[in-house]
């Protein structure tokens, strides 16, 4: 995934770190979902909080949102068309799903180190577009 000029080689790096870090968040989402899963009670949820569906259904969730990151990531690395907006959009919707965890005070870091993840995704293919797409040699 070498840059062929000189003005892209940064950002396609960039690009490049962003595809590895949306395969993270899909393997740290995958171990939430195996967590639920497993361990039905380990999570906390007080009497404040609002959940939709029991905890191993939200764990089955979590495990297929988390392929789906991955492949978003895959799709990045791959330099395909179509990875960028659909890392963008996933990026987005990752963020909503963990402010979930967010809300709990139980889990506040694990929550914040993935939206962190999310935020500098979010850099990488929004910064100077145009000159990693150059570097990857899209069209």
Do not use: H
Not at 46 to 65: E, N
Not at 88 to 117: D, E, R
Request: with cysteine; net charge neutral.
């Amino acid at each position: 995934m070498a840059a062929t000029g000189k003005t892209g080689g940064t950002w396609t790096g960039w690009v490049g770190f962003a595809g590895i870090v949306m395969i993270v968040i899909g393997g740290l989402n995958v171990v939430e979902g195996l967590i639920a899963v497993i361990r039905g009670q380990y999570y906390v949820l007080t009497a404040d909080q609002i959940l939709l569906v029991d905890f191993r259904t939200w764990g089955w969730i979590l495990i297929v949102w988390g392929v789906i990151v991955a492949l978003a990531g895959c799709g990045l690395l791959a330099a395909s068309a179509w990875a960028r907006w659909f890392t963008i959009i996933v990026a987005g919707l990752n963020i909503f799903i963990q402010l979930g965890f967010a809300g709990s005070s139980q889990y506040p870091l694990w929550a914040l180190t993935v939206l962190a993840l999310n935020i500098v995704v979010f850099y990488a293919l929004t910064v100077r577009w145009d000159e990693a797409k150059r570097g990857l040699g899209s069209d």
